[in-house]
């Protein structure tokens, strides 16, 4: 970790102020054009770009293009470029070496041949055992194969010839007995590994204690048009994910969760479930403080942008909502005392009316509080007025849940939850607009 | 740290180092707002001499999502005169919008089109209904649906 951390601030411009000017360009192609940093489980797309898994994953996911040469691309197309991280994983090990070098000739002034040659010599000596290390671990990989292809027992990849037959669909090599339930299944059972190893195998022991740390199993990623609330929140609360927030928080993070999963399937050492979802829960912090960090100058603007934070927003204003909601209580229980009367006497613990800081919306004293106050929250949650109204009578019993019945409940289950007044067509939910590229394409307006 | 924060560290420690001829670094507080200043450096005479203020906004997204870019006003820091650009500021440019922006691209990338727009320009007026536009306008430039017709910028 603490070497990751001193990568970070490297760049490939680095090497521009040492005498090996020419290493920046070497530096510069074993970086992901995406994030900057160097390739980390380098996926290769079928326009032959490179990029990390997770960061291709993250823009195909966006716009379905390539982010290099904007051609059309799917995740399912993707494969892992093994020499590239071999390169990478080369290159982060020497980095160090060569430019602590590249430096000491700079602070040394005119570099005598000798001392140069010298510390190339003890780099020499230095650099030998990684590299060993790596070449003979590749050679042992290599006698794994070996074992595999003589034992000729059926592994994914690499007995192309034997009882294989192409697929007339997508031309990949599967097996004659699993051709049938390959083209049911539309091709898509095989998620691209370079190396299979669900097949239980009980012949070389280094293949069975591979089998131990199995890889875990791609996931798709769901049309969310197709799935209701509920189901969507059964499968995050399966995964083991949180399973709060709206409809548009909940699409958002399983759409995150399944491409930080499935990136994780690329990696040559996959990391714990654990992990990833330390690293979903770092994501959310971090896209959720949008709304906070933007002024709150325009509050119409704020409210219709599309990554309004509920959360802060009812936190931000827990103290006007509070002063609503012992107001509304404050008046039911006046009405239940005069029933008859009718003009009705104000309370005399009824605290000033006050309206809610940037709602825009002055509340109005008349009527119960929640409406109004509902109304100011977002207007996705007027479908739950009718059900919140007689709770309003019983209101006295409810003191402790109040807050999380009107702010909680009523924004978990709306998929419009993008106020009517974008620009965009009233009629298509945002998310809708942004994942179907080729929707907005057809509907844009011609001159 | 989020991977936005992360990519614009990257770019900024190489904005420090050397950018282009024509554009500078003014400010970069945070990860959120930059600004920079750009030059055109040929002899444009509707350009000559003058430098011109960007501001770039970051969302917690950046660079799947591309930034919110403008130009802003200043003492001696006008709005350029372009058939693209609204006299508030706000730039039509494919590359800033959702349908051609492009995660490989960055800041540099962004005042260099920019800068080479401005340079390809002959044309010393504002786009067809200005006034009216930035009159009434109160979306983000990122919510505004242009329709990019001019593709000879």
């Known amino acids: 970790m603490s070497k990751r951390e001193a990568l970070e601030v490297s760049d490939s411009t680095d090497w521009l102020e040492t005498p090996l000017r020419s290493v920046a360009a070497v530096d510069s192609a074993l970086r992901c054009q995406v994030c900057k940093d160097f390739y980390t489980t380098p996926m290769i797309t079928s326009c032959s770009h490179t990029f990390c898994s997770l960061c291709i994953r993250r823009c195909l996911n966006n716009d379905g293009k390539c982010p290099a040469c904007r051609t059309v691309d799917q995740e399912l197309r993707l494969r892992f470029n093994g020499a590239v991280e071999e390169l990478v994983e080369a290159f982060k090990t020497a980095r160090p070496e060569i430019f602590a070098l590249a430096k000491k000739s700079v602070n040394s002034g005119v570099t005598s041949p000798k001392r140069s040659r010298e510390d190339l010599q003890l780099d020499d000596d230095e650099k030998p055992p990684p590299r060993k290390r790596t070449r003979s671990s590749r050679i042992t990989r290599a006698t794994q194969e070996v074992y595999v292809v003589d034992s000729d027992l059926d592994d994914g990849d690499f007995v192309p010839e034997e009882g294989c037959v192409q697929c007339p669909i997508c031309n990949k090599q599967v097996k004659q007995e699993t051709i049938n339930t390959h083209i049911d299944r539309g091709c898509a059972d095989e998620p691209p590994t370079r190396r299979n190893e669900k097949s239980t195998f009980p012949i070389s022991p280094s293949k069975s204690l591979q089998n131990l740390t199995k890889r875990p199993e791609r996931l798709a990623q769901l049309h969310y048009s197709m799935v209701k609330d509920n189901a969507l929140r059964k499968k995050l609360a399966d995964l083991g994910l949180p399973a709060g927030g709206t409809r548009q928080g909940m699409e958002r993070r399983y759409t995150e969760w399944v491409t930080l999963w499935n990136a994780n399937c690329d990696a040559t050492h996959p990391k714990g479930k654990t992990e990833l979802k330390r690293e979903l829960d770092t994501w959310e912090r971090t896209q959720g403080s949008r709304a906070q960090a933007t002024s709150s100058l325009n509050p119409g603007a704020q409210i219709r942008d599309r990554d309004f934070d509920k959360a802060a927003w009812s936190t931000q204003h827990d103290g006007s909502f509070k002063e609503l909601i012992a107001n509304a209580r404050s008046k039911v229980r006046a009405k239940a005392a005069t029933p008859d009367s009718p003009s009705r006497p104000t309370p005399p613990l009824e605290p000033p009316v006050t309206p809610i800081r940037g709602a825009g919306n002055p509340l109005k004293s008349q009527g119960p509080a929640n409406v109004s106050m509902m109304e100011a929250g977002g207007e996705e949650q007027d479908e739950h007025h009718p059900d919140q109204q007689p709770d309003a009578v019983n209101v006295v019993g409810m003191t402790p849940f109040s807050k999380s019945r009107f702010f909680d409940e009523p924004g978990l289950s709306n998929p419009t939850s993008q106020a009517p007044t974008s620009q965009y067509s009233n009629s298509i939910p945002i998310f809708e607009k942004e994942k179907d590229i080729d929707i907005t394409t057809i509907t844009n307006p011609q001159p | ?153």
């Open chain 2, 1 to 153: 740290m989020s991977f936005a924060t992360k990519r614009l560290g990257k770019e900024l420690a190489k904005v420090h180092g050397n950018l282009p001829p024509g554009i500078a670094l003014v400010t970069a507080e945070g990860f959120q707002e930059w600004l920079l200043d750009i030059q055109v450096l040929d002899a444009n005479p509707i350009y000559m001499g003058q430098t011109y203020r960007l501001k770039f906004k970051f969302s917690s997204s950046y660079p799947i999502e591309p930034p919110e870019v403008t130009f802003v006003a200043g003492p001696d820091r006008p709005i350029p005169m372009h058939p693209h650009i609204y006299s508030n500021g706000i730039i039509c440019l494919d590359l800033l919008g959702t349908q051609g922006w492009s995660p490989v691209q960055n800041v540099e990338s962004i005042c260099m089109s920019l800068q080479s727009m401005l340079t390809g320009n002959t044309k010393n007026e504002r786009p067809e209904g200005d006034e009216q536009f930035v009159a009434s306008n109160r979306r983000r430039p990122r919510d505004i649906d242009f329709y990019y017709h001019d593709n000879t910028v």
